[in-house]
């Protein structure tokens, strides 16, 4: 049997043989292109061949990447882990992509045909061998979001415009991933992260208010429409309040008990079961098709500008979800991740996921948790989980008459896991600052509803901004030392910092006249530009014409070369 984290293509034989030509680096990354190591190094058969030159004959670094991916598709037989893992977590995917598609304004068949494609998919190229990919809640809020306002929920169009902005969020994945700008992932600070998270947390939440008390609104913000079924009491209807609120008990008591036991199952058996007998007459999914997905290419293509930065936005921010449960996971086996090759494996899969129909994918963390907790040892697991719910779906009539009140309580469980109090708090006793990136971040979401990746972006923005105050800082430690006048500046002094260490320096000058000589301390600086550089210079010219000597001690490393051209003799 494989060891935990080998992948599922791409990796060593099992019972511990040494790896394939090209196949898996010890740990279970795949080593030859897409798997290698993120500095671009040569691996075995994908780079430069041993002994001789560019095995592409200078092609290209985005073929040889692509070739290296590619290569990681030789398969490699599915455990016994794989096969249980797999099954496990469909039988969780099921009712959860019904439930997201709702969320995310599809038709559910939609959300299932998402959930077939996009775990096969996924499972061809990818560094982890626990992500379980397909319809998650923050994606599906991303969705809805970006196509609201350009289309009707619930729509045949809504359901067309969500396919192409599918495709549209696998193309820039697969692109960052062959470019090999898998660091993305890092770069949305994390306050700007838990803000938005706990935000679209709550508009998740507000969004299944109205399933949860069987009543409707038409309004677009999830926000608004939680506000407008509420002050309506004499609209609700008891039996889907009660079935919603036992829906969530079930799974999340259920949870205490087994982590593996399909509560959301066992949750969707009991209310399409008591819909189905008549028991109580609530809102009911409705019709849903039953059949396999058609691939088509038959998209509103003219909607490619309208959804471009949302695509985008969805591509980097969704992958922050499956970047966590990936760089967690192996960390605990204390293997490898590529970011690169994560991408791409999540391009795929949300390519396929358009290609049937189906809506943008990213990777769960429930789903994945149980994927590994169940045993699987390989990306076989997701391919597993995919063709289970493909098998289910000419059968998936049977459910129109389940409640939307069991999806909303699926949905608001889902949800809850997504806010963070204790970093709020965390952020307001060791860093106001972040703590006033995450706090606006966390209303702008909520304000900008349905469009919250505006929330986002504006959270990005401040970010940016509180990081460029905080480098303009710099500490200036200063003391006399007889006729000298020492000077020691701490922190980075670039372009937006130099004004600041200018105004300082002459302040001293001013307030020491008398001092022959000053010595400049520049080992604490721990950036150091050519700005910085024509600061110092001009400071050491007015020491000069005043009379007094100047000194710069301890340049930086990286600094010395440009020093000596810019600053001379000082």
Same mark, same amino acid.
């Given at each position: 049997?494989?060891?935990?984290?080998?992948?599922?293509?791409?990796? =060593?034989?099992?019972?511990?043989?040494?790896?394939?030509?090209?196949?898996?680096?010890?740990?279970?990354?795949?080593?030859?292109? #897409?798997?290698?190591?993120?500095?671009?190094?040569?691996?075995?058969?994908?780079? =430069?061949?041993?002994?001789?030159?560019?095995?592409?004959?200078?092609?290209?670094?985005?073929?040889?990447?692509?070739?290296?991916?590619?290569?990681?598709?030789?398969?490699?037989?599915?455990?016994?882990?794989?096969?249980?893992?797999?099954?496990?977590?469909?039988?969780?995917?099921?009712?959860?992509?019904?439930?997201?598609?709702?969320?995310?304004?599809?038709?559910?068949?939609?959300?299932?045909?998402?959930?077939?494609?996009?775990?096969?998919?996924?499972?061809?190229?990818?560094?982890?061998?626990?992500? /379980? *990919?397909?319809? @998650?809640?923050?994606?599906?809020?991303?969705?809805?979001?970006?196509?609201?306002?350009?289309?009707?929920?619930?729509?045949?169009?809504?359901?067309?415009?969500?396919?192409?902005?599918?495709?549209?969020?696998?193309?820039?994945?697969?692109?960052?991933?062959?470019?090999?700008?898998?660091?993305?992932?890092?770069?949305?600070?994390?306050?700007?992260?838990?803000?938005?998270?706990?935000?679209?947390? $709550?508009?998740?939440? =507000?969004? /299944?208010?109205?399933?949860?008390?069987?009543?409707?609104?038409?309004?677009?913000?999830?926000?608004?429409?939680?506000?407008?079924?509420?002050?309506?009491? /004499?609209?609700?209807?008891?039996?889907?309040?009660?079935?919603?609120?036992?829906?969530?008990?079930?799974?999340?008591?259920?949870?205490?008990?087994?982590?593996?036991?399909?509560?959301?199952?066992?949750?969707?058996?009991?209310?399409?079961?008591?819909?189905?007998?008549?028991?109580?007459? @609530?809102?009911?999914?409705?019709?849903?098709?039953?059949?396999?997905?058609?691939?088509?290419?038959?998209?509103?293509?003219?909607?490619?500008?309208?959804?471009?930065?949302?695509?985008?936005?969805?591509?980097?921010?969704?992958?922050?979800?499956?970047?966590?449960?990936?760089?967690?996971?192996?960390? &605990?086996?204390?293997?490898?991740?590529?970011?690169?090759?994560?991408?791409?494996?999540?391009?795929?899969?949300? $390519?396929?996921?358009?290609?049937?129909?189906?809506?943008?994918?990213?990777?769960?963390?429930?789903?994945?948790? !149980?994927?590994?907790?169940?045993?699987?040892? *390989?990306?076989?697991?997701?391919?597993?989980?995919?063709?289970?719910?493909?098998?289910? !779906?000419?059968?998936?009539?049977?459910?129109?008459?389940?409640?939307?009140?069991?999806?909303?309580?699926?949905?608001?469980?889902?949800? $809850?896991?997504?806010?963070?109090?204790?970093?709020?708090?965390?952020?307001?006793?060791?860093?106001?600052? /972040?703590?006033?990136?995450?706090?606006?971040?966390?209303?702008?979401?909520?304000?900008? &509803?349905?469009?919250?990746?505006?929330?986002?972006? $504006?959270?990005?923005?401040?970010?940016?901004?509180?990081?460029?105050?905080?480098?303009?800082?710099?500490?200036?430690?200063?003391?006399?030392?007889?006729?000298?006048?020492?000077?020691?500046?701490?922190?980075?002094?670039?372009?937006?910092?130099?004004?600041?260490?200018?105004?300082?320096?002459?302040?001293?000058?001013?307030?020491?006249?008398?001092?022959?000589?000053?010595?400049?301390?520049?080992?604490?600086?721990?950036?150091?530009?050519?700005? #910085?550089?024509?600061?110092?210079?001009?400071?050491?010219?007015?020491?000069?014409?005043?009379? =007094?000597?100047?000194?710069?001690?301890?340049?930086?490393?990286?600094?010395?070369?440009?020093?000596?051209?810019? !600053?001379?003799?000082?």
């Amino acid at each position: 049997m494989a060891g935990r984290g080998t992948p599922a293509w791409g990796s =060593a034989a099992s019972g511990g043989a040494a790896p394939a030509r090209g196949g898996a680096a010890p740990g279970g990354a795949a080593a030859s292109g #897409g798997g290698a190591p993120a500095s671009g190094g040569s691996a075995p058969d994908g780079g =430069a061949k041993p002994g001789g030159g560019p095995a592409a004959g200078g092609g290209g670094a985005l073929k040889r990447r692509a070739v290296g991916a590619l290569r990681s598709l030789r398969p490699v037989p599915p455990t016994r882990g794989d096969l249980v893992a797999g099954v496990s977590v469909a039988l969780v995917l099921v009712p959860q992509a019904l439930a997201y598609a709702e969320l995310a304004g599809v038709p559910p068949v939609h959300g299932l045909y998402a959930a077939a494609a996009a775990p096969i998919a996924a499972a061809l190229v990818g560094s982890s061998p626990y992500l /379980q *990919t397909g319809p @998650v809640a923050l994606t599906s809020l991303l969705t809805f979001g970006a196509l609201a306002p350009i289309v009707p929920a619930g729509s045949v169009a809504f359901a067309s415009h969500a396919a192409l902005l599918a495709l549209l969020v696998g193309v820039a994945r697969l692109l960052l991933g062959l470019l090999r700008w898998g660091a993305v992932a890092y770069l949305m600070s994390l306050p700007v992260v838990t803000g938005f998270t706990a935000a679209a947390a $709550i508009l998740i939440v =507000a969004s /299944q208010v109205p399933s949860l008390v069987g009543a409707g609104s038409d309004a677009l913000s999830p926000a608004v429409a939680a506000a407008d079924v509420l002050t309506q009491p /004499q609209h609700w209807q008891l039996g889907a309040i009660l079935i919603g609120l036992v829906t969530v008990a079930v799974v999340v008591l259920g949870r205490k008990i087994s982590v593996v036991f399909p509560w959301m199952l066992l949750a969707t058996v009991a209310g399409l079961a008591v819909s189905a007998f008549g028991l109580v007459r @609530v809102p009911v999914v409705g019709d849903i098709p039953s059949g396999l997905p058609s691939i088509t290419l038959g998209l509103p293509w003219h909607a490619v500008p309208d959804m471009a930065l949302a695509a985008v936005v969805i591509a980097v921010v969704g992958f922050a979800e499956p970047a966590s449960i990936a760089r967690k996971y192996a960390a &605990a086996d204390r293997r490898p991740w590529n970011p690169h090759l994560e991408f791409v494996g999540q391009g795929l899969a949300n $390519i396929g996921a358009g290609l049937a129909g189906g809506y943008p994918a990213g990777g769960s963390f429930s789903r994945s948790a !149980l994927n590994r907790l169940a045993g699987a040892r *390989t990306r076989w697991s997701g391919a597993i989980t995919g063709a289970v719910v493909l098998g289910v !779906l000419p059968f998936v009539g049977v459910l129109g008459a389940l409640p939307k009140a069991v999806l909303a309580g699926l949905v608001i469980v889902a949800a $809850i896991s997504l806010v963070e109090i204790s970093a709020f708090r965390d952020y307001w006793y060791h860093s106001r600052a /972040q703590f006033l990136v995450a706090v606006p971040t966390f209303v702008a979401t909520l304000v900008s &509803a349905p469009r919250v990746e505006r929330g986002l972006l $504006i959270g990005v923005v401040l970010a940016m901004a509180v990081h460029l105050w905080r480098e303009s800082r710099l500490d200036v430690d200063s003391w006399r030392d007889g006729d000298t006048l020492h000077v020691r500046p701490q922190g980075v002094l670039y372009f937006g910092s130099a004004p600041a260490l200018e105004t300082r320096l002459r302040a001293l000058l001013a307030d020491n006249p008398d001092a022959t000589r000053v010595s400049i301390d520049l080992h604490r600086l721990g950036r150091l530009d050519l700005t #910085g550089l024509y600061v110092l210079r001009g400071v050491a010219e007015q020491i000069r014409d005043s009379g =007094a000597d100047v000194e710069f001690a301890s340049i930086p490393p990286h600094a010395r070369d440009r020093a000596g051209a810019v !600053l001379g003799d000082c």
